[in-house]
């Protein structure tokens, strides 16, 4: 699925975050945002996601596209067990359970959240997105509360994910760029102008 930036400008108030900015993603593989704290990586996400449009410029996708995310926050619905939450963007019950599985969370499948760990809880919001059906992966700061023990089941998943669609990640560890075989962006200040480059 081909996606462009053409000349996309946005701020939050006399903060200006992007301008004149263009991107060509990949069209399957996973580009990491690197940079620090404040530099735009998660705006950036949200412009992607849709949840924020661009001021001046176009973001170009299909007419038909959709968009997974996970937040860096893990949004799941209290009320829903882990399953449910599982398979909210997402009909294929032998999908969500094979994720669950695959995640080590098969005895917790009919818990509620509040009953199940920071970490199990993130595992949830990451299997939501990666069941969805979507077109692009959005993933911000995904292994938050994760050890490395649990990283090693979840980086096969992502790994499979991004083999057919473009995954975009924001991580400040480098080994989790390296782990995926992300390719690098580096974003140094603002506002992010021209056109964004891979080292």
Known sequence: MSITLKNVSFA??????CENLRWDLPEAGVVCLWGPSGCGKTTLLSL???????????????SAHKVS???????????LTVQQNAALA???????DALINAVGLADYADSLPDAISGGQQRR???IRALAADSDLL?????FTGLDEETKALVLPL??????????????????EAEALNATIIPLDRLPLTGNLTTR
């Open 138 to 142: 959005l993933l911000d700061e995904p």
């Open 158 to 175: 992502i790994r499979e994910a991004a083999q057919s669609r473009p995954v975009v990640l924001v991580t400040h560890i480098a080994e």
């Open 69 to 79: 995310m996970v937040f860096q926050e893990d949004r799941l619905l209290p009320w």
């Open 12 to 17: 939050y108030g006399a903060t200006r975050i």
């Open 90 to 96: 997402c009909n294929n019950a032998t999908r969500v």
């Open 48 to 62: 992607l996601a849709e949840l924020e449009k661009p001021q001046n410029g176009v973001i170009k996708y299909p």
């Open 124 to 126: 949830v919001a990451l």
